[in-house]
Structures are given as C-alpha cells and as structure tokens.
C-alpha cells in the first residue's frame, strides 16, 4: 500500500482531487456550489470543444475543395488551351509579318529579274556541326522546288543551292561550302572567274571567287554577281563585295575574297528561285 501513495497515478489523482476541492470551495464561497459540477464539466469540456469546432472547420473547407476540384481543373484546361491558342495566334502572326516583309523585298529583285520564280521558305533548322552554315528549308517538293534550285536572301544576294528535296522540306548547300562553285564575274571590270566557298574564309562568312586573272584590275569594293554560264544559276544574281585580293600559290592567277550579301549563318528567311 505504502509503494501506492508513492506512484505517479497516485499523484495525478491527489491533484484532481485537489482541483476538485478548490473548485466546491470556491463555489461555496460565491453561493453557486450547485452549479459547480457543471462548470466544472464546463472548464474539462471547453478545450475538447475547441478542438472539435476547429476539425469540423477544416473538414467542412477541405469538402468544398473537393467538391469544387473538377470546377478547378476544368478551368485550368481551359486556360491552358487559350494559351495554346493565343501563343499559336502570336507565332502565325510573327510568321504572316515576316514574310511580308520579305515580299516587300521581293518587290525590287522581279524588277530585276522579271522572268523569275520565287517561293518564300523559312529556315527550320541547321547543323551545328556544319562550319558552312547549311541548313533546311520548310518547303519542298509539294510546293514545286527540286534539287539544284538557287537560292536568295530576301535582298535578293545568292546565298546556296537546293541538294536535297523531300516532300515537305528541302536542304541547302551555301556559297561558304567548298563544294558550292559558280561562274560569277566582277561587275565593274567584267572579270570572270569562279564562286566558291573555302574552309579557310568561312569562319569569317566570306566566301572566294578564284581563277581571276593576274594582272586583273578588280579591286577591294568591287560587286561580284553570277553570269549565268552553264544554265546551273539565273544570271545577274548579286553574290558580294571584294574585300581582298591575294595571289594564287602557283602566281598564275589570283583569288578574291568576297563578303556575301546575305549573312549567311544567321539568316530566317530565304526564297528558292524555281524558274527563270
């Protein structure tokens, strides 16, 4: 019995007890020992109470979340798909003020080449392991270009050729590539010579026409344009400008940097001549 008064359910009960007295003494004290029970009731119950009001708050909210998750999800689709649209709105109108103002350019090369054929064609991709800058083309075959079509910028300026076609798309070679060739002539002084790319100039963007004379008297500032010999290219096709000329390793003929007109590798929009 001694081991009983002396464990920790016995302390708990001496204080209950305790609390229990005070509280019928207190009660006495202010005439309300009647009601003591129930305020007694009253103070153990409250923070049950408590509890208990806020689950069934917390409960009741995360019902309506519940309830109201499809209304949610639903809305967050819809939202979704008008930004689909929106953004699909944006790129079309991006691609429609592109190429119009590449036809405003096209404009000024038909004066110049009246009999050619144009098609309008973005560039959708490129190899980055390419130093040439190849690339490819969203048109193809469907749309009428076949291999060995030239190719412009939109200023007009000779920028490659078509040397795949599929159905939908298309891969161009450009004049930076050492296995594009040309005839080209100096407009100015009407020497002729040969358009190509060479690895050497091509990290610079520059291509080279070669096979010029000696004694030429092209200079730095000359335009170079093709001449339409063997039927590959239209003639009158503007390619550069001459920015050097340096002596070829046998000193039999010399060679001419050129500076493309078109920036070759940082180009969006191109057109593929068809016919001319």
């Known amino acids: ?50 509890v208990a009001a806020q689950l069934s708050a917390g409960t009741g909210e995360l019902w309506n979340k519940y309830v109201n ?13 008008e930004n689909a649209a929106l953004e699909q709105k944006m790129s079309d109108y991006d691609r429609m003020k592109a190429e119009n103002d590449a036809y405003k350019s096209l404009e000024k090369i038909q004066d110049e080449n009246p009999g050619a054929t144009y098609i309008s064609a973005f560039i959708i991709g490129r190899d980055t392991l390419d130093d040439f800058g190849s690339f490819t083309i969203d048109q193809g075959t ?6 060995g079509d030239t190719v412009v910028s939109d200023d007009g300026y000779l920028v490659g050729t078509v ?50 004379a000696r004694d030429t008297m092209a200079t730095a500032g000359d335009e170079v344009i093709t001449t339409g010999l063997g039927g590959v290219y239209p003639p ?22 050129i500076e493309p007109g078109a920036s070759i590798k940082t180009l969006t929009h191109v057109f593929v001549i068809t016919d001319y």
């Not at 004049?175 to 060739?181: D, V």
């Open 69 to 81: 998750i499809d209304n949610i999800l639903a809305e967050n689709n819809k939202l979704k798909e």
């Open 236 to 257: 009158n096709v503007l390619v550069g400008t001459i920015t050097e000329l340096t002596p070829e390793t046998s000193g039999k003929s010399a060679i001419a940097v």
């Open 1 to 50: 019995m001694k081991d009983f008064f002396e464990t920790k359910r016995f302390k708990i009960l001496l204080a209950v007890a305790v609390f229990l007295a005070g509280m019928m003494a207190y009660a006495g004290a202010n005439g309300r020992l009647t009601a003591a029970p129930q305020q007694m009731l009253s103070v153990i119950v409250q923070p049950f109470q408590w």
């Open 142 to 147: 469907s749309d009428g270009i076949k291999k």
């Open 163 to 212: 040397i795949e076609a599929d159905v939908n798309s298309c891969k161009v070679l450009t004049i930076l590539h050492p296995s594009f060739s040309a005839a080209g002539v100096v407009s100015r002084t009407r020497d002729n010579g040969i358009i190509s790319g060479n690895s050497a100039y091509a990290a610079d963007g520059s291509c080279t026409m070669t096979n010029l």
